[in-house]
Nanobody
Framework: QVQLVESGGGLVQAGGSLRLSCAAS????????VGWFRQAPGKEREFVAA????????YYANSVKGRFTISRDNAKNTVYLQMISLKPEDTAVYYC??????????????????WGKGTQVTVSS
């Protein structure tokens, strides 16, 4: 079992940067697939980024590719989402997620067993 807590959200102007953190407690998730999703008001939860533990491959939504970077620090049991060149359309609650199955379809939220409560990111114009 893994418990996840996001942090690092806040208010930033367009063009700014934020780094989100997702700290895992309990059992280490070094072998877990990890991902980030976001949900804006009135919209469905959407995939943002993910990383497989097995090979370190990363995956990004087209809307964030080139601007967001997912990484993990297994020693700290933490996954990060570095966000640069933020746009107002990036405004959403951001959630981290993890799953013990290595080959899940990483962009599908329903495939993840463990979720944080989310952290708000607001990008002003």
């Amino acid at each position: 079992q893994v418990q996840l807590v996001e942090s690092g959200g806040g208010l930033v102007q367009a063009g700014g940067s934020l780094r989100l953190s997702c700290a895992a407690s309990g059992r280490t998730f070094s072998s877990y697939t990890v991902g980030w999703f976001r949900q804006a008001p009135g919209k469905e939860r959407e995939f943002v980024a993910a990383m497989r533990s097995s090979n370190g491959n990363t995956y990004y939504a087209n809307s964030v590719k080139g601007r967001f970077t997912i990484s993990r620090d297994n020693a700290k049991n933490t996954v990060y989402l570095q966000m640069i060149s933020l746009k107002p359309e990036d405004t959403a609650v951001y959630y981290c997620a993890a799953d013990s199955v290595s080959n899940i379809l990483v962009s599908v939220a329903a495939k993840y067993d463990y979720w944080g409560k989310g952290t708000q990111v607001t990008v002003s114009s």
